[in-house]
């Protein structure tokens, strides 16, 4: 497993949470080249010690990584709790996906159903995905003291056997 950031990690978890597991039990064998090296069983207490270090985050910070890393609708609707919801509950939603999934209406679209001019929706759209990136970013800086040993750890391991296996290295023997 490689990890560079925090970000990255995080990422690889939740991607082992939902997605190779069910494709390596249902699909055949699937192997991206960060899990090579571990066994299934260890891959599965690797993304379970994560996935509960996240699960302890407060409630916001845990709902916008599992919103931007899943896509969970779920947590798309719990964020909405925590914005203003000036042109409604919809439109927020709407902001929401668009910054997690990168699909939904734009500023234009949102503008026309409010009567609004789109520039004004852009703002308020830009005020919204502020705050989810400061939770966002909250949520990293609380899990990066924990995980950042076991991010120091891959890169020792990964430069310890470029180390070893590097073919021109020579020995004094």
């Not at 924990?146 to 020579?170: M, S, V, W």
């Amino acid at each position: 497993m490689q990890a560079s950031t925090i970000q990255n990690l995080v990422g690889l978890c939740f991607q082992m949470e939902t997605t190779l597991l069910l494709k390596t039990q249902h699909f055949g064998q699937y192997e991206p080249p960060e899990f090579e090296a571990l066994t299934m069983h260890e891959k599965k207490a690797q993304a379970a010690m994560i996935m509960a270090k996240i699960n302890r985050l407060p409630n916001l910070q845990r709902a916008v990584l599992w919103a931007l890393h899943v896509q969970r609708e779920t947590e798309m609707i719990y964020l909405t709790t925590h914005t203003p919801c000036k042109y409604g509950y919809k439109t927020d939603l709407d902001i929401i996906r668009k910054w997690a999934t990168g699909k939904g209406p734009g500023c234009r679209d949102l503008g026309d159903r409010h009567g609004v001019h789109y520039t004004t929706l852009h703002r308020y759209g830009k005020k919204i995905v502020r705050q989810l990136e400061r939770a966002m970013h909250q949520a990293y800086a609380a899990l990066e003291g924990p995980l950042g040993e076991i991010i120091r750890n891959l890169r020792y391991e990964t430069t310890q056997t470029a180390n070893i296996n590097h073919p021109f290295q020579y020995s004094n023997a």
